[in-house]
């Protein structure tokens, strides 16, 4: 008989819920099932709230509520649903923060919300600024890194910002297109306003973070809302500079797995140092009949996800 995981955790990715009909994305093509979210993620917290042993921790990788609800305001209101609904579990959600949580509130504002999972003490010094990258342990010779996939962006600061700044000069560099938003000629079309990346400062924490867990013969899984390598999602929804996020990683031994969203179908690779890359299928695009969560069983020397509805199966050796 096969040993019992070391940890379980459970995975979601763009729940992005809006009380209001049904719609579409913005080529039109693909429907949005913005008020049925709320009841799929309610079926994945009743669904992980019977496991047994119990979970550890679930990871909520960003966009819980959608845009919409900025425009019709209720961004408050929907925040609120979302958290009462994962509020039901009896451990620990670690957020993302998604281009969707900037188009509804600031910041400033996440910071004082149900979605700043960011812990009181962190192993390494936590990078400058503003920035809501952080680790944990959950498990002897287990680290969780959450990354920052927005510190660098032009969304939920102030112009006046000189972060806000400094991203603005880098966007316009890469993007000469009237709307920012638009990959159209681009050579890197990851350079959107939709997306953002990860500052000097936070790259270097993460490096002192994998020295540590290499020091320490650790396996770390890391997460954010961006995915960082182009065979788990297509070019346009990646980090703006995700190849030095992967070098960072690639630069170390105790990385095994990146998890990721944003991408709403989905993506998988192993890369050539042997990391897997999972980007999640969307919640916001997934039929009321069916799903999108997962949980992860941590062993030794493989992660198993048990998916459910439009996310497969997965055994991912390390």
């Not at 009841?39 to 960003?62: H, I, K, S």
């Not at 993007?175 to 990860?198: H, I, M, R």
């Not at 997934?286 to 999108?292: D, F, K, L, Q």
């Not at 992860?296 to 997965?314: A, H, N």
Request: aromatic fraction near 10%; hydrophobic fraction near 40%; proline fraction near 6%.
């Amino acid at each position: 008989m096969e040993a019992a995981p070391l940890f379980s955790f459970g995975v979601i990715a763009d729940i992005q819920y809006a009380d209001a009909e049904d719609g579409y994305d913005f080529g039109g093509l693909r429907r949005r099932y913005y008020r049925q979210s709320l009841n799929l993620l309610r079926d994945a917290v009743e669904a992980w709230a019977a496991e047994r042993p119990p979970l550890a921790f679930v990871l909520q990788l960003g966009d819980s509520i959608d845009g919409l609800n900025a425009r019709s305001g209720e961004a408050e209101g929907a925040l609120e649903q979302v958290l009462a609904a994962l509020g039901r579990l009896p451990v620990p959600v670690h957020h993302a923060w998604g281009n969707h949580e900037f188009y509804n509130f600031s910041r400033a504002r996440l910071v004082r919300s149900g979605l700043n999972s960011h812990p009181a003490r962190d192993m390494a010094d936590p990078p400058a600024g503003d920035c809501q990258a952080y680790d944990f342990s959950p498990a002897a010779q287990f680290r969780i890194v959450v990354l920052d996939a927005y510190d660098l962006s032009i969304l939920g600061r102030e112009p006046d910002n000189p972060r806000y700044q400094e991203s603005l000069q880098l966007l316009q560099e890469k993007n000469p297109n009237d709307n920012l938003n638009s990959p159209t000629g681009l050579k890197e079309p990851q350079f959107v306003e939709f997306n953002g990346g990860f500052s000097q400062a936070q790259l270097d924490w993460f490096n002192e973070v994998l020295k540590f867990s290499d020091e320490n013969q650790e396996k770390v899984v890391v997460m954010g809302h961006l995915p960082i390598h182009p065979d788990a999602s297509d070019r346009v929804c990646l980090a703006w500079n995700y190849e030095d996020a992967l070098s960072v990683i690639h630069s170390h031994q105790c990385v095994v797995c990146f998890l990721a969203g944003h991408l709403h179908d989905g993506g998988y690779c192993l890369d050539s140092h042997g990391v897997h890359h999972l980007t999640l299928e969307g919640v916001i695009e997934t039929p009321p009949e069916s799903n999108a969560f997962g949980t992860i069983y941590v062993y030794e020397d493989k992660m198993i996800l048990k998916g459910r509805g439009r996310i497969s199966d997965r055994v991912m050796h390390f």
